[in-house]
């Protein structure tokens, strides 16, 4: 069964350092998506991409972020700067985008980022 | 803000049904109900969702209320395995998921 991959499982790194996590969306998925989770907090939603372009972004999602499809399969989430309360799990998801209103986003296992 | 009212915690022994409430009283016409479980920390896992129909697949049922305020999720013979919070969500499209708090499902030896 197809599945939303990504990379690396953990990450540490330095305060102010760049990070960019990976993510292998599903092969026929045309949106994307990054969400994160503080620990002990709720899901949230960064941000969805499609056709190449950013279709909708949170307030977390601040000019530190960015994210890319560099390739046709890879799709990435780029930290500029990373603050201390960056430190949280990172997912991707995707979705077909062909089913108008009934599109189901699969998720990855994530990427736990600790910031120090 | 979710959409959704679910209570914070239910137990449920293993072998038997769990079944899982969430209010969505503010749910417009054209958004689907839709259930995932987060087992500890790992990605959100879809389980299923519906419009107004009840749907059965090979994890679980929903049961939609005919005015599609309320809906349950049932877990036929829950595993320890399905200890893991679930969280029922309204959204159509490419609409991103809001995530709310969700239900903690303990499930007992």
């Known amino acids: 069964e197809p599945e939303v991959t990504q990379t690396p499982s953990h990450q540490v790194t330095q305060m102010g350092q760049e990070v960019i996590l990976r993510c292998v969306p599903i092969s026929n998925h045309l949106y994307f998506y990054w969400y994160r989770q503080i620990l002990g907090q709720k899901v949230e939603f960064l941000v969805s991409f499609y056709n190449n372009e950013i279709s909708e972004k949170s307030e977390i999602f601040d000019d530190q972020f960015s994210v890319e499809r560099p390739d046709g399969s890879n799709f990435t989430l780029k930290i500029r700067s990373t603050k201390l309360e960056d430190s949280a799990m990172y997912f991707c998801?995707?979705?077909?985008?062909?089913?108008?209103?009934?599109?189901?986003?699969?998720f990855g296992p994530g990427t736990r980022l600790l910031v120090l | 803000d979710a959409k959704t009212t679910q209570p914070p915690s239910m137990d449920c022994a293993e072998g038997r049904a769990a079944n899982l409430p969430c209010n969505h009283s503010t749910i417009s016409g054209n958004e689907y109900v839709y259930w995932y479980r987060q087992i500890h920390s790992q990605g959100p896992q879809y389980i299923i969702h519906g419009l107004k129909n009840n749907e059965t697949n090979e994890m679980a049922s929903l049961i939609i209320t005919e005015d599609r305020k309320s809906s349950t999720l049932i877990l036929p013979h829950a595993t320890l395995r399905d200890t893991a919070v679930y969280y029922c969500?309204?959204?159509?499209?490419?609409?991103?998921?809001?995530f709310g708090k969700g239900t903690r499902l303990h499930i007992l030896p």
């Open positions: 969500i309204v959204r159509v499209g490419d609409d991103k998921i809001i």
């Open positions: 998801a995707s979705s077909e985008g062909t089913s108008g209103r009934e599109e189901t986003q699969y």
